[in-house]
């Protein structure tokens, strides 16, 4: 079974800190995303990542960076958090072999920027 | 503008019954589509993949119907259990790299 961690359930931090959410994968996945979730808005993303050292914005990249430095973790940096990024955000993987490949979610970081 | 619409309102039904969920979109042409399951607290978990050229899929109890005409997919659950509780997600993906694009999701609560 494929497994994407993500490396916190929880995490509260304060306004203007940067912040670091991991994501590992143990299936050797070409393709990465970082998605976030709000209610009412549904999931949205932020940054893939086709391969190693690639990175392409999503549709809402705007306070976001991301690194892949190594196949298997992809890294969502938030520059300066801000309020309006508390959210959950959920990582994913899918392997690039052939069309319609199933996304494979982790259980989900929820951020609170206070 | 392009948009996935999926009813927010939660779906009431009673346990045996089959559970229809919606999912319209607007100004997409979709190579395919996909649907997922969501429990409170947990990532989206795949269910099935229906592509353009395809009208109907079926898994166990579950089947996904795809009519680009209509631009809807409608998804059942044949004899519904409580266990099949959750949110439920479609997503679109276009030619190319195949980013998906999600729905809202609808809730589904299936009562004994």
């Known amino acids: 079974d494929v497994k994407v961690t993500q490396s916190s359930r929880y995490l509260v931090k304060r306004t203007g800190e940067k912040v670091f959410l991991e994501c590992v994968q143990d299936?050797?996945?070409?393709?990465m995303f970082w998605y976030r979730q709000d209610p009412g808005l549904g999931l949205r993303l932020i940054y893939f990542?086709?391969?190693?050292?690639?990175?392409e914005k999503g549709d809402i990249p705007e306070g976001y960076s991301v690194s892949r430095e190594k196949k298997e973790r992809f890294s969502l940096i938030l520059e300066s958090a801000s309020t309006n990024q508390t959210s959950m955000y959920l990582c994913?993987?899918?392997?690039?072999?052939?069309?319609?490949?199933?996304?494979?979610f982790g259980d989900g970081t929820r951020l609170s920027i206070l | 503008s392009q948009k996935i619409e999926q009813n927010s309102e939660a779906l009431n039904i009673q346990e045996g019954k089959t559970a229809t969920l919606t999912c319209n979109y607007t100004?997409?042409?979709?190579?395919?589509l996909q649907w997922y399951r969501q429990d409170p607290g947990r990532g989206p978990v795949f269910l099935l993949l229906?592509?353009?050229?395809?009208k109907e899929k079926r898994k166990e109890r579950l089947k996904v119907t795809f009519d680009t005409t209509l631009k809807q997919s409608l998804f059942h659950i044949t004899a519904s259990q409580p266990a099949d509780s959750a949110t439920y997600l479609c997503?679109?993906?276009?030619?190319?790299?195949?980013?998906?694009?999600f729905g809202t999701g609808t809730r589904l609560l299936v009562s004994p």
């Open positions: 994913a993987s899918r392997p690039s072999d052939r069309e319609g490949q199933p996304q494979h």
């Open positions: 299936m050797d996945h070409e393709n």
């Open positions: 990542s086709y391969d190693v050292k690639m990175k």
């Open positions: 100004n997409y042409s979709p190579a395919y």
């Open positions: 229906i592509r353009e050229n395809e």
């Open positions: 997503a679109l993906a276009t030619t190319g790299f195949q980013k998906l694009v």
